[in-house]
């Protein structure tokens, strides 16, 4: 019985998201394109990294949404934040990366950044 969870997602260049993953210090697994998971069960994916806590992920194109699906085993996941924190600190990162690569390309280049800090307003009514 498979423990495999797929985690639909809008990542659909391979370039930003290991751009993304690299810039949070995760290093891609070259050589093994599979994902470990209960048992021993292996699981093919296209992009493979370890996360501490010996979280095994990967990332698997889906044809149907053509975009990657986060592939893991969530009874293993033992990542110091959850999976959909994970998964949206790397959507963050991504957008960024395409940004940066696309404006690139465009001819355009970056003079300057800033980190900026969001702060969200309530509205009461």
């Known amino acids: 019985m498979s423990h495999f969870s797929t985690i639909k997602t809008q990542l659909k260049e391979a370039e930003p998201l290991i751009k ?3 810039h949070f210090g ?14 021993g069960q292996f699981t093919a994916v296209d992009i493979s990294m370890h996360l501490p806590g010996d979280t095994q992920v990967g990332f698997k194109w889906d044809n149907n949404s053509n975009a990657y699906e986060l592939v ?9 934040i959850p999976v959909e924190r ?3 600190k790397v959507t963050q990162m991504y ?3 395409t940004i940066i690569s696309k404006t690139k390309e465009d001819g355009y280049q970056i003079v300057e950044q800033k980190k900026i800090k969001m ?3 309530l509205n009461w009514f």
């Open 20 to 22: 993304a993953l690299n």
């Open 26 to 39: 995760y290093s891609i697994n070259q050589e093994e394109k599979f994902v470990k998971g209960y048992k």
């Open 72 to 80: 893991t085993d969530l009874d293993l996941w033992k990542f110091e």
């Open 86 to 88: 994970f998964i949206s």
């Open 95 to 97: 957008a960024y990366q």
């Open 119 to 121: 702060m969200v307003l």
